[in-house]
């Protein structure tokens, strides 16, 4: 394989996670009777442009397709943040009614019912039918494609150019990262801003966040690879703040190379050097984490299986992409753990890829009085563990694997 931006074979292999369906391939009852498919799931280093990436098997269209179930608006927090975002980027880059935002990967529409109730012009773009449909139903107009360079064009032929694009992660999600990013340049107004966020990669090495890792997730990404990558296709990156945000992540401002209108942070520069001071840009960096993801797997199952010794209810909450990873690694099964809880309609009813585990609807953890509940989005553990509070009238526990085994 070759680095899906720049071309280098690809040798170095930063973990192999076996293999595993596609994370958000949610079964149907019906459709226990019949095969999933399994890709292999492998990250490789690209070490002339240090973009950490999955091995190419599986197709987007295959990975997004209408049958999609994450939808946003069922986080509290992630809500919180986008409305946080709207307020903040609003009167930081003087947008008024005037003005045009633009979110791809709008999803169900989490963050622009927070433009639209500024009066501000919006689109969003969205390739997953169910739901750009949530997204209509908030009044929004939503264009339902992949963005890329193509789309672009065609937008900004029909004067939909913008003053601020938006893009929360989904910088990571798409194969081909040079046409993806070469579309925000071409759609940008000459003046205009594009914000990024993803997971951080120096958060992923250094809190072992293996389950991030899934198909859906092509790129894996450092400050050092996405200014290259930004730069050879028309964007230049003016500043960076650091966000807790999925267990780590990063908001890059970038504008078009040609725009004068802002010059770069200070914290671009200093996030670069501490990047090199870590060694991410050394094939020494990536060496060892596939011990370190084996110790978290291998002592989430001692505890299972501890815990199934002991005739002790076991269930999950969070029927999240990243569970799916670790479950499916790990060889978790329905013995294992018995359902896993989602406020999600959409996924209650379903059963998760690969493990087959039932989702269940949150009533169920009442019904059960589980011993444990497993925190599958760790990320959300304060939100969840704040709402699931009640799980202490019985004596239960919270439980989550990353980056090491905790109970409490």
């Known amino acids: ?45 690209c070490t002339e442009c240090w973009l950490v990436q999955t091995e190419d098997f599986a197709a987007a269209t295959d990975l997004f397709s209408a049958e999609y179930a994450y939808f ?28 045009y935002i633009i979110e791809v990967g709008a999803n169900d529409g989490y963050l622009l019912q927070y433009v639209q109730e500024q009066g501000v012009p919006c689109l969003g773009i969205e390739p997953t039918r169910g739901t750009a449909n949530a997204a209509r139903e908030r009044g929004l107009k939503i264009i339902e494609g992949f963005f890329g360079l193509d789309l672009a064009r065609r937008l900004t032929k029909g004067g939909q150019s913008a003053d601020l694009i938006v893009a929360n992660n989904v910088l990571a999600h798409v ?25 951080h990669l120096l958060q992923l090495t250094s809190n072992i966040q293996f389950d991030t890792i899934y198909h859906e997730h092509y790129s894996y990404l450092s400050l050092i690879s996405v200014k290259r990558i930004f730069e050879k296709n028309g964007l ?36 670069i050097s501490r990047e090199v001071k870590e060694g991410i840009n050394t094939i020494e960096y990536y060496s ?59 996924k209650q009813g379903k059963y998760l890829p690969g493990s087959r585990i039932p989702i269940v609807n949150v ?28 799980i202490r009238d019985w004596g239960g526990k919270f439980v989550w694997a990353v980056p090491e085994l905790r109970i409490q």
């Not at 589980?370 to 990320?379: A, C, G, Q, R």
């Open 175 to 199: 194969p081909d990262i040079n046409d993806f990013v070469s579309g925000f340049a071409e759609l940008l107004k000459q003046d205009g801003v594009a914000t990024f966020e993803f997971p």
């Open 288 to 346: 060892g984490f596939q011990d370190k993801a084996n110790k978290v797997k291998n002592d989430l199952l001692v505890f299972l299986l501890d815990a199934q010794r002991r005739k002790e209810k076991v269930i999950g909450y969070g029927a999240a992409a990243k569970g799916n990873t670790i479950l499916n690694y790990a060889g978790i099964r329905p013995d294992l753990i018995s359902c896993v809880v989602d406020a999600n309609p959409a």
């Open 363 to 390: 009533e169920t953890i009442r019904k059960l009085e589980p011993n444990y509940v497993i925190i599958l989005p760790w990320n959300l553990k304060e939100e969840i563990m704040q709402e699931l509070s009640y």
């Open 72 to 99: 946003s608006s069922y986080s509290a927090t992630w809500l919180a943040h986008a409305k946080k975002y709207v307020e903040t980027m609003i009167p930081r880059f003087h947008i008024d009614t005037r003005s």
């Open 1 to 45: 394989m070759r680095c899906r931006h720049c071309g280098t074979e690809l040798s170095v292999v930063f973990i192999d996670l076996g293999s595993a369906p596609p994370s958000n391939a949610y079964l149907k009852p019906e459709d226990l009777h019949k095969a999933e498919t399994w890709f292999p799931l492998r990250v490789l280093v």
């Open 236 to 271: 230049f990156i003016f500043d960076v703040e650091e966000l807790p945000t999925h267990g780590g992540s990063l908001r890059v401002f970038a504008c078009k190379n040609s725009s004068k209108r802002f010059k770069q942070s200070e914290r671009v520069s200093n996030l």
